[in-house]
């Protein structure tokens, strides 16, 4: 474990300690119980053998007075530098990480022992370098603690700080604890596969992937007509010119793009997290299927923002490619339950709900103010459809009789909730991953196409 | 009763996890502890008779061994003084040295174990460490502590109230000298 390292480890390039003000005045390098005991046991032992002429007490202070003038010959006055890196900052949920504490001693003498301990946070499963880890640092060297492990769950994870006792002179000196300050490892959620087949609602920009009902210079196929002045001639269907005597050009739907906002609905939260392999609450799936979705619309061409709405309201701007979407995922590393209830009212006011934006909100209809900004946002024509985010095994605790009673109630109570959005023309869907999204899409597009049909 | 069964099954659970970080050489150190006060109480109180002296070494040596950062340690070594002292005199080099040894060995192990705990993991070089650094101590003492034992016949000519003065300057004197020692900043 030791290495030698001392041209790849300077002083310099270490993190001192913080000291506080109060401790600036004593000693960096400071007795311990050891060295006032061996001098106790010096004393004692060669004074009685003086005393009472007892030379077999001098013979037994002995070791003790040649033990500690070897020991404090030389003595350190500097503390240890400590630094601990992260190999790997970014990582995805489930991905390995690598961090490695590194300890040089920048004096002339050894460190008998050298006690590091490193806290790793609940979400990162350490295989090696947790706890503490014990070892001797030569004079002008340093030692490093590998620290390995695995990420359990999306979100920041601070790992340290590490802090780390040396002690020299045969234990009989210690210095001050040092301290390296925490590293931060962001683990990105998993996208789960998620694809949706059917057409946007409504394509809001100039270009894109989607097909609009206007017609234009698309790819798309609207029909066959007969010829106008202005059509151009690659568009002429001389098939069936020929067929019908007449011309006729193949009449194509613009391509459009569209813009999607992702609303998390953070004012409660429900269920226990158990990591990238166990079971998933509110926030994990809230969290999970807005990478997905993001994933799969900024893949497609079209522009997603994203806003969270609970007890503070924040958002992200709306853009597309390869580079919005790591921003989505930076920005979904921020995400919080904040208890409390929404207004949906500021919702609407501060535009970040565009009038022909798709809304998909992510909700697990625990709060009523969900539900009324749901139904604000129908009312005003916007086209919402939402993603049921309870994961389906979450039980209420059952601390009396009445709860399973009580539970009952409040799932009828849930599902008439969920009815009445359907009502209002607002699609409920739960969280499956692959396809969730397809026959809502197919509704709220025939939807939009018909105003006021009932889904 | 189904609560307590999870209870006991979550403590269970706990001790087993402590078992598994238990690390054997930061164990092999109280080990040491405890073996090196036992044995200098009984070779110092062999007098005592073998029952007494037994319970005294186990019942002395059990504390620094269960919390060596206390003042454990410093106790079984006054303590095993105490029972030097009213033995009287060994004069025999080679029954005294051992017990000698086995203090400061015991002083060696107990500062040892105050900077590891039961889980540190503890690769084999500290130790290797330890034991070089006391061995070469326990060398030097030897070849000292032969030549103290023949002071006797020196001093025998001199009176002994001025062995007592000489001695006592120089046991302040050392014990000065090893305190400036320990908190001298360079």
């Not at chain 1, 020929?242 to 004012?267: C, F, K, Q, Y």
């Not at chain 1, 909100?361 to 005003?380: C, I, Y």
């Not at chain 2, 203090?103 to 540190?120: E, G, I, K």
């Not at chain 2, 060398?139 to 000292?144: D, E, F, G, M, Q």
Request: net charge positive; with cysteine; hydrophobic share 45%.
């Amino acid at each position: 474990m030791t290495a030698n390292l001392a041209m790849a480890l300077s002083p310099a390039t270490g993190q001192a300690p913080d000291l506080p003000k109060d401790d600036e005045d004593k000693p960096m390098w400071a007795p311990t119980r050891a060295l006032r005991r061996a001098v106790a046991v010096a004393a004692t032992a060669a004074g009685l053998g003086v005393l009472f002429g007892r030379l077999d007490l001098v013979v037994v202070a002995v070791p003790f007075i040649v033990g500690l003038s070897i020991a404090l010959l030389k003595r350190p006055t500097r503390p240890p530098t400590v630094r601990l890196d992260i190999e790997r900052a970014i990582n995805a949920e489930g991905g390995d990480v690598d961090a490695r504490l590194m300890v040089f001693n920048p004096e002339d003498t050894e460190y008998s022992s050298l006690v590091t301990r490193t806290a790793v946070p609940r979400w990162i499963k350490a295989r090696h370098g947790y706890g503490t880890y014990a070892a001797t640092v030569a004079p002008n060297t340093a030692t490093v603690v590998q620290i390995g492990g695995s990420v359990e769950r999306w979100g920041e994870h601070p790992i340290g700080p590490a802090h780390v006792m040396a002690y020299a002179c045969d234990n009989l000196l210690q210095c001050r604890p040092v301290a390296a300050p925490m590293q931060q490892v962001r683990a990105y959620p998993v996208s789960e596969p998620f694809t949706a087949d059917d057409a946007m609602p409504r394509a809001g920009g100039l270009s894109g992937a989607h097909r609009s009902r206007r017609p234009g210079e698309g790819g798309e196929l609207a029909g066959v007509r007969h010829y106008q002045p202005g059509d151009r001639l690659r568009r002429i269907d001389w098939r069936v010119s020929l067929r019908t005597r007449e011309l006729h050009v193949n009449h194509t739907l613009s391509d459009r793009d569209a813009e999607v906002v992702l609303l998390l609905d953070m004012g409660a939260d429900a269920g226990e997290s158990g990591g990238v392999k166990g079971a998933s609450s509110v926030l994990d799936t809230t969290v999970r299927a807005t990478a997905s979705i993001a994933d799969h619309y900024l893949s497609r061409g079209d522009r997603v923002s994203c806003v969270e709405y609970g007890g503070r309201i924040r958002r992200l701007r709306a853009g597309g490619g390869r580079r919005h979407y790591l921003a989505i995922l930076d920005w979904l590393l921020g995400v919080r339950v904040w208890q409390g209830s929404g207004d949906e009212e500021r919702l609407l006011r501060t535009g970040g709900l565009p009038s022909n934006a798709l809304v998909v909100m992510l909700t697990p209809l625990l709060d009523d103010s969900a539900v009324a900004a749901l139904a604000t946002m129908a009312r005003s024509g916007r086209f919402v459809v939402v993603v049921d985010t309870l994961p389906p095994d979450v039980r209420p605790p059952h601390d009396t009789p009445w709860s399973p009673i009580a539970e009952r109630l409040w799932r009828l109570d849930r599902e008439n909730v969920v009815a009445e959005l359907r009502e209002h023309g607002v699609p409920v869907v739960p969280w499956t991953g692959t396809g969730s999204l397809d026959q809502v899409l197919r509704d709220v597009t025939r939807m939009s196409a018909a105003r006021g049909a009932v889904i | 009763m189904g609560a307590n069964i999870d209870y006991y099954t979550e403590r269970a659970r706990q001790g087993r996890a402590w078992v598994d970080r238990l690390d054997p050489i930061a164990l092999g150190v109280r080990v040491a502890v405890f073996a090196t006060g036992a044995l200098a109480i009984g070779l110092s109180g062999t007098y005592l008779g073998f029952w007494r002296v037994t319970a005294l070494g186990l019942a002395v040596a059990l504390m620094p061994t269960l919390r060596p950062a206390g003042p454990w340690a410093t106790l079984l070594i006054v303590v095993c003084l105490g029972v030097l002292l009213m033995g009287g005199e060994t004069e025999n080099f080679l029954t005294l040295f051992p017990i000698a040894a086995l203090l400061y060995a015991h002083h060696q192990a107990a500062a040892q174990a105050v900077t590891l705990r039961t889980d540190t993991y503890t690769p084999p070089d500290v130790i290797m460490g330890l034991l070089r650094r006391t061995g070469v101590t326990l060398l030097i003492s030897a070849i000292l502590a032969a030549v103290f034992s023949l002071l006797p016949g020196v001093f025998q000519r001199t009176s002994s109230l001025v062995v007592a003065a000489i001695g006592l300057v120089a046991v302040v004197g050392l014990v000065c000298v090893l305190t400036a020692m320990g908190r001298r900043k360079r």
